[in-house]
């Protein structure tokens, strides 16, 4: 008996007959999928990628005016800077510029930029202006923005040593989250430390050298005008007397000595007139010393063992 096509009910007419595959038959329905699933072909393809490339094809321009905050006066001189963008897509296409502002001038354009993804903000002395994304793109070449210039704020706080006593003369970092300066403080002999003209933004706060903090940095996200930070307590610290003398037993005066211990920790310090050093808040485990008088023609370099015990000393000797 031969195959008998398959008949369309409304029309009365033959519908698509089955396809054989190696053997196998394919229904008009698996066909129907199989060109759906099929991928389009190669002008098709590159369709989405020309097009975004002719996204940013071309230059445009970036307009604004800058105002003030309620309280806050306009400076005569500031600056508007446009980057590549942090969040928005296209900073690879973008450019660095920067334009004065004089003479209480308050509208701006940068012009001849090239297409792609922008921050656009403004640096004045102790204000600042939230950062403001911009894309320039071939059908929207030429945004304008306003910018507010408001006071910029502060972030303190205070380091405590592991019995709870205030801890003087600990390093204190703030860093940027997107790889901007790090910024450095001291504390006071009370513990503080504050950093003063900070923007709003993600940063993270480390206590002691970058390279050996004595605590795991730790994330905040600031907001003006103010942050308290909670305070931070170190691990127990030990206390070294170093002395640096020659080979002949001398004393030696104005030795920099510099050190870093295997359980984080960093040392720093020059001997006095006496010959000697103390160093403060350093992590109990091995130390790696290193000495150079002022001229730099005598060293010495050891391993020295740094313990919680009261009174310890270390001799360096210099050749």
Not at 218 to 225: I, N
Not at 231 to 250: I, K, M, N
Not at 260 to 288: I, K
Request: hydrophobic share 40%; proline share 8%.
């Amino acid at each position: 008996m031969g195959l008998v096509a398959p008949r369309d009910d409304a029309a009365g007419r033959a519908g698509p007959r089955a396809a054989v595959d190696g053997g196998a038959v394919t229904t008009p329905r698996e066909l129907a999928v199989r060109e759906r699933e099929a991928p389009a072909n190669a002008p098709a393809e590159a369709a989405p990628a020309a097009s975004a490339a002719a996204e940013f094809e071309g230059q445009g321009s970036i307009r604004g005016l800058v105002q003030a905050a309620p309280g806050v006066t306009l400076p005569e001189s500031f600056a508007v800077v446009v980057g590549p963008s942090r969040s928005v897509r296209g900073r690879e296409h973008a450019a660095s510029r920067r334009l004065q502002l004089d003479g209480g001038q308050r509208e701006f354009e940068l012009a001849d930029l090239p297409l792609g993804g922008y921050d656009v903000w403004v640096e004045a002395d102790g204000l600042r202006a939230p950062r403001r994304a911009v894309l320039l793109t071939s059908g929207s070449a030429s945004p304008y923005v306003i910018l507010q210039l408001g006071r910029m704020g502060f972030i303190d706080g205070v380091v405590r040593r592991a019995d709870g006593a205030p801890a003087e003369g600990v390093l204190v970092a703030l860093i940027p989250s997107l790889g901007e300066v790090r910024r450095e403080e001291r504390t006071r002999p009370d513990g503080m430390y504050r950093f003063d003209d900070v923007e709003d933004g993600e940063y993270s706060l480390a206590v002691g050298p970058a390279e050996a903090p004595l605590v795991p940095p730790r994330d905040l996200y600031f907001r003006a005008p103010s942050m308290r930070f909670p305070d931070v307590e170190l691990p127990p610290t030990a206390s070294l007397l170093l002395f640096a003398q020659d080979y002949q037993g001398r004393l030696m005066p104005d030795v920099v000595i510099t050190g870093f211990g295997d359980a984080g920790g960093s040392l720093s310090v020059t001997t006095g007139s006496d010959g000697r050093a103390r160093a403060e808040d350093l992590p109990p485990g091995r130390w790696r010393l290193q000495a150079r008088d002022p001229q730099g023609t005598l060293k010495a370099r050891m391993t020295f063992d740094v313990t919680l015990e009261e009174g310890l000393e270390c001799w360096l000797v210099l050749r």
